[in-house]
């Protein structure tokens, strides 16, 4: 149990382009969904907290109208990079939190971008 | 923004022997919990074990044992029978009361055959 999705596994697009990246809780419903940025060999940098029929809360930094984040339901968020640019291309990662149980997190298997 | 330290960039172990990787973090809470994962060349996380602040007892997965130094805000995780499939990066992280985690930098462990 406990499984998340992330879909594309990689993606290249061009500069200029927009790019969706989806992130599902396969067997389980997540009211809280995070988004995550991770360098190579760096470690994971919380982007934002997406919660479930609100608005999603963008840490210190981050672009709200570069990352478009929705989460239209208990299984489902998404990740819009906007306008992309390379210094956008990165690994992106996505957790989900369980409706039931608030102290874990289930990760999905993530998203490298390619912005050429 | 909570804190969480990881001062050992890489760390290098013998197949079968033992490693420990130091993490501390900065809090002010007196409940929470902290987590160690790992992260394979597949760039999956996996959740290797945690631990609830609340409790003295240090918990412990199979091989893998942690040392929870409350006051001192220490949590090591250390790794007993090593095996080649343990080589990963791992992070220890702090769960805040928004759900939000903090990661450390990470530490790099390469296993020996």
Known sequence: GAVVSQHPSRVICKSGTSV???????????????W????????????????????????????KDKFLINHASLTLSTLTVTSAHP??????????????????QYFGPGTRLTVT | AQTVTQSQPEMSVQEAETVTLSCTYDTSESDYYLFWYKQP?????????????????????????????????????????????????????????????????????????
């Open chain 2, 41 to 113: 060349p597949s760039r999956q996380m996996i959740l290797v074990i945690r631990q609830e602040a609340y409790k003295q007892q240090n918990a412990t997965e199979n091989r893998f044992s942690v040392n929870f130094q409350k006051a001192a805000k220490s949590f090591s995780l250390k790794i007993s029978d090593s095996q080649l499939g343990d080589a990963a990066m791992y992070f220890c992280a702090y769960i805040d009361g928004d759900y939000k985690l903090s990661f450390g930098a990470g530490t790099t462990v390469t296993v020996r055959a």
């Open chain 1, 36 to 63: 995550y940025r991770q360098f190579p060999k760096k470690s994971l940098m919380l982007m934002a907290t997406s919660n479930e029929g609100s608005k999603a809360t963008y840490e210190q930094g981050v672009e």
């Open chain 1, 87 to 104: 210094e956008d291309s990165s690994f992106y990662i996505c957790s989900a939190r369980p409706s039931q149980r608030g102290d874990e």
């Open chain 1, 20 to 34: 969706k990246i989806e992130c599902r809780s396969l067997d389980f419903q997540a009211t809280t969904m995070f």
